[in-house]
């Protein structure tokens, strides 16, 4: 069980430490999912819990749990991870264990801020204690430190092991990612008062994570999960990891220039962002079309039928790399460009995005993680899919993709109508919310939500059974 796993069967501390992260993270996802629906529910329907928990507090609770289970999971991951590539127990455990501690209690004490106090006065002392007032990265001040210094104990953690153990390319591509994925944390820790200025560097941190250090990340995860799941080659692997390095680093960067033109800078950022974003998911879905082709080549010429030692973390897999293909590169290509986006900007077209992109590229494969770790902590030879397993992955698949299409369509209705229409502005907004495409819509976004959380259940129910059933067959 996910929640109570006897850890003896796993052979170093680091990853138990990762099992560790990997249950709160779980709790958070759930979290995440239901501030959702709560948020979903007041688009329909504005007056529920209005002044008690109003929407834009069920947004941002939303929002941050996502961005922090991920962060967990993520993780997680490497502690599990990084042993098995070294061949070392992770370096300072100890001390890791007790920033797994301080993390979780910052979050806690934040999260409980949320949604007890949720906003204070326009004084030094709110930045500080309840709320930065930045989207998606509204955590206090305290926690901001916390968080720093959580991560460097991380990557020191990581670091040293690597240096000390065998150096392989998966693991190269890890601890250099590793280091960019929490310098870019610091760009959203100081404050500026040019809001061009600001606004700039708050990209930097929620965007440039997503668009480069986030995409590196997930491919070093699925090309690992490819490996231990199927046995995969590895120096196919490493070439495309290195290839992804490339074409990231540098289309990342020059990818978070679609949003540049809507802070002030030049109108050439419009074209370069755009093209540049649309490479990001590219090596990763090349990546795994050439490992599985290669994989059932070699598999033919021997005659045999495929192996695959765990069956829902190469489903998870598989649906990364064409999530991502679709979520991150398809639906945020078409909305991105130049001559669309100056309609599309700041519509549903975003949410839709954003739902599937964040599914596809990153919670998918990180669920994978999660039943690598089961496999891992019960010491099974080959983990099967349950009937547990396989609804969770229909009924979340199809509900994402579900909450997709219906954003996607009220989107196109803020386009056709607020903007194309009647020309943005105020009223045109309130006039396309009323309108029945938007009400019809919202109403099925909340519709494939519920769906999502009933696979969730399946998902988490899954989690806390499939080791102890598969370990005693």
Do not use: C
């Amino acid at each position: 069980m996910l929640t109570s796993i006897k850890s003896h069967k796993l052979q170093y501390e680091g990853q138990k430490l990762g099992m560790m992260y990997f249950r709160v993270a779980l709790v958070l996802f759930g979290a995440q999912l239901l501030m959702g629906l709560i948020a979903a529910y007041q688009f329909i329907n504005p007056d529920f819990l209005y002044g008690i928990f109003d929407f834009n507090v069920a947004r941002m609770v939303h929002i941050n749990a996502l961005v922090v289970w991920l962060l967990y999971a993520m993780i997680g991951s490497v502690y599990m991870m990084t042993p098995e590539e070294t061949g070392q127990e992770v370096v300072g455990v100890g001390l890791g264990k007790l920033a797994f501690w301080v993390l979780t209690l910052a979050v806690a004490v934040v999260v409980v801020v949320y949604i007890f106090i949720q906003i204070g006065p326009g004084k030094e002392s709110t930045i500080w204690l309840i709320n930065e007032g930045r989207e998606y990265i509204e955590a206090p001040r305290w926690a901001d430190i916390g968080i720093v210094v959580v991560v460097l104990i991380f990557y020191f953690n990581i670091f040293a092991t690597y240096m000390k153990g065998e150096r392989t390319g998966i693991m190269t591509v890890m601890v250099a990612d590793l280091l960019a994925l929490a310098g870019l944390y610091l760009a959203g820790v100081f404050y500026t008062d040019n809001v061009s200025m600001d606004q700039y560097w708050w990209w930097w941190v929620v965007h440039l994570w997503v668009e480069a250090t986030w995409e590196v990340f997930v491919g070093t995860l699925a090309g690992f999960a490819l490996l231990k799941v199927i046995k995969a080659k590895r120096e196919i692997i490493e070439m495309w990891l290195w290839i992804e390095v490339l074409m990231l680093f540098g289309s990342g960067i020059l990818g978070l220039g679609h949003h540049y033109f809507w802070i002030g800078t030049p109108e050439y950022w419009w074209e370069i962002g755009a093209l540049f974003s649309a490479l990001e998911p590219v090596p990763l879905v090349a990546m795994f079309v050439h490992v599985i082709y290669d994989w059932g080549k070699e598999q033919g010429a021997h005659g045999g039928s495929p192996v695959i030692n765990n069956g829902p973390t190469m489903a998870w897999v598989t649906i990364n790399a064409f999530g991502n293909f679709l979520g991150a590169g398809i639906w945020g290509f078409f909305h991105t460009l130049p001559q669309v986006n100056v309609y599309t900007h700041g519509t549903q077209f975003t949410a839709a995005h954003g739902h599937l992109a964040f599914f596809g590229a990153y919670a998918s494969v990180l669920i994978g993680m999660f039943y690598y770790g089961i496999q891992k902590a019960y010491g099974i030879e080959k983990l099967k899919a349950t009937f547990n397993s396989k609804m969770a992955i229909v009924l979340i698949t199809f509900g994402v993709i579900g909450m997709t299409v219906a954003l996607t369509i009220a989107g196109y209705e803020q386009v056709l109508v607020e903007r194309a229409e009647l020309g943005a502005g105020w009223d045109p907004y309130f006039t396309a919310q009323a309108l029945p495409w938007m009400k019809q819509a919202m109403a099925w976004r909340m519709i494939m939500g519920v769906v999502t959380f009933v696979g969730f259940v399946y998902l988490f129910i899954d989690l806390l059974t499939i080791g102890k059933k598969e370990a005693n067959n």
